[in-house]
């Protein structure tokens, strides 16, 4: 299944499973505290949660929402009818051409499904206006070690057969694209859930497990999942639930 499908798939439950998008969306605000831009490109929207950061802090600013899901941009005009300076766009971000630039181009948790990086670090170029700033936070290399070591314990001869980039790599593609990173911070956030099952659930609605966790060398069967449930509360459980670790790189970058 496509990147395009799976996040459309998820639309529905995705907001209300999206407790690490909300966190990294507010990181971002902080970030862009201080700044006043009067037209932003929200890249990646999701279902609008970074969009009702931006709103809140920038609301004289035209905002620009755009998603390459149909159905999270329908989501996102629905529940975030309460703000009639945005306008919402389905189109891919290596690609989007409105004809005209943004003073802002901010990103949360949509980064690490594009590839190539450079290829949509490039078209930021030529969205951005001069003296602009590219703001974004997305998932990094180690971002769910339990679950893929789980995995490897119980299904070996399986892996997932994808991976997240390092920081190094992220900030070297924006050096090498003429950028200059004003700032930059990885956060490792710990989330809790009630359960494995809990989790998965969580990561279903977001569209995760049937992305770079979901298929590699093969579905794992009934059998293999059922080890990794018990592998993953045994090795992984502790006062406060079951953890999963998001890794987080956060970056406020110009172009120069």
């Known amino acids: 299944m496509s990147v395009r499908a799976r996040f459309s798939a998820a639309?529905?439950?995705?907001?209300c499973a999206a407790d690490i998008q909300k966190h990294v969306a507010g990181r971002l605000a902080e970030m862009m505290r201080g700044l006043a831009p009067d037209s932003v490109l929200d890249a990646g929207c999701g279902t609008g949660i970074l969009t009702r950061e931006l709103c809140a802090l920038f609301p004289r600013a035209d905002v620009a929402a755009v998603d390459f899901s149909e159905r999270m941009i329908e989501r996102a005009r629905g529940e975030r009818a309460q703000y009639p300076q945005v306008s919402w766009a389905i189109a891919d971000l290596r690609n989007f051409a409105p004809g005209r630039r943004y003073s802002l181009i901010a990103s949360s948790c949509s980064l690490h499904w594009v590839k190539p990086l450079g290829g949509v670090f490039g078209n930021f170029r030529e969205l951005l206006e001069p003296d602009g700033r590219l703001?974004?936070?997305?998932?990094?290399?180690?971002?769910?070690?339990?679950?893929?070591?789980?995995?490897?314990?119980?299904a070996p001869g399986k892996g997932t057969g994808a991976s997240l980039p390092p920081a190094g790599a992220v900030l070297e593609r924006l050096g090498a694209g003429g950028w200059k990173v004003v700032a930059s911070d990885t956060e490792?956030?710990?989330?809790?859930y009630p359960g494995v099952e809990a989790m998965m659930e969580v990561l279903h609605r977001q569209g995760v497990t049937g992305g770079f966790l979901g298929n590699g060398n093969g579905r794992l069967t009934r059998r293999e999942l059922e080890r990794l449930v018990a592998h993953y509360d045994a090795v992984y459980r502790d006062s406060h639930g079951v953890r999963a670790t998001y890794v987080v790189l956060y970056v406020m970058a110009k172009f120069e």
């Open 11 to 15: 639309a529905e439950g995705y907001s």
């Open 135 to 154: 703001v974004f936070g997305m998932m990094l290399d180690g971002t769910l070690g339990e679950l893929w070591s789980a995995r490897a314990a119980t």
């Open 188 to 192: 490792e956030k710990v989330m809790y």
